[in-house]
């Protein structure tokens, strides 16, 4: 495969990030218009709750009023912090919001800020970013707080020779020269097959690590300001096991989970 050719640098030209007012979602507000394509563009995205309290039994319209009145709020923080976006308030609810709305704009990216590094509590809430891990059509970008400057100063791609894998890792090389950070690309052999051959046609160096894939890219995160991994687009239960979904709760950066915008059924790295 011919990585070069591909048209994985489109994953920055459309971009969505979900804002809830929060110091999370406007770090992710933050790293989306630093990431975003020259002549790209970036959408602000707040979602106004009030099917859950519809549900609730809160259907009196001062407290739907309350509730779209906060989300304004939240998303005019977002603009004041990002003035050259769009914006767009919705009103529903949030997951299935944002989905539609990445549907809509044919976004190549959707960008969030996750509370915590706990997957369980992703799961057993229903959390924003695990259902985009699973759901989104597009590649998503988990924000954290930058650890080393001017993100994103360090990047880790984690490969094994899939191309998906070095779709992503080409993802990678291009944010790391356009920005001049510094960039490590690792194999982990300590799971299933590595294609070490597939790896050194990459036009970049890597290294090898004997971890497990999840082992070696969640260590690794805490020494670098983004992580970069592929994804098949696995969807629903089945995404459970997948190491994107895992590193992308646990790390200690901020992730991207790429998926290749021609398709196709790839594996993950593992």
């Keep these: 495969m011919d990585t070069e050719l591909k048209p994985s640098t489109r994953v920055f030209d459309r971009i969505v990030c979900g804002v809830d007012g929060t ?4 770090e992710a507000a933050r790293q989306a218009e630093r990431l975003r394509s020259p002549e790209g563009s970036l959408r ?96 998503v970008l988990l924000a954290r707080t930058p650890q ?35 960039l490590v690309i690792v194999a982990a052999t300590g799971g299933k097959r590595v294609d070490l051959g597939a790896i050194e046609a990459f036009p970049s160096e890597y290294v090898t690590d004997p971890r497990t894939a999840v082992a070696a890219l969640v260590d690794l995160s805490n020494e670098a300001d983004l992580l970069v991994v592929g994804s098949r687009g696995l969807h629903g239960p089945v995404a459970l096991g997948s190491v994107s979904e895992r590193v992308g709760h646990r790390a200690a950066s901020s992730v991207v989970v790429v998926r290749d915008l021609q398709g196709g059924n790839h594996e993950h790295p593992r």
């Excluded at 110091?23 to 406007?26: A, G, K, M, R, T």
């Excluded at 960008?111 to 759901?135: I, Y």
């Design 148 to 182: 080393f400057g001017e993100f994103p100063v360090s990047i880790v791609a984690g490969v094994d020779g899939s191309e998906h894998s070095l779709v992503a890792a080409t993802v990678a090389k291009s944010i790391a020269d356009r920005f001049g950070s510094e």
């Design 44 to 139: 602000l995205a707040t979602v106004a709750e009030v099917n859950t309290a519809v549900h609730a039994g809160w259907a009196m319209s001062h407290v739907l009023d309350e509730l779209d009145a906060s989300a304004r709020v939240a998303l005019d923080r977002a603009i004041d912090e990002i003035p050259a976006a769009s914006s767009h308030l919705v009103s529903g609810d949030t997951l299935p919001s944002l989905l539609d709305e990445l549907r809509q704009q044919e976004a190549t990216l959707v960008a969030v800020g996750p509370r915590g590094r706990s997957r369980a509590v992703g799961m057993l809430l229903g959390g924003v970013a695990t259902g985009l891990l699973h759901d989104a059509p597009c590649s």
């Design 23 to 26: 110091p999370e979602s406007l």
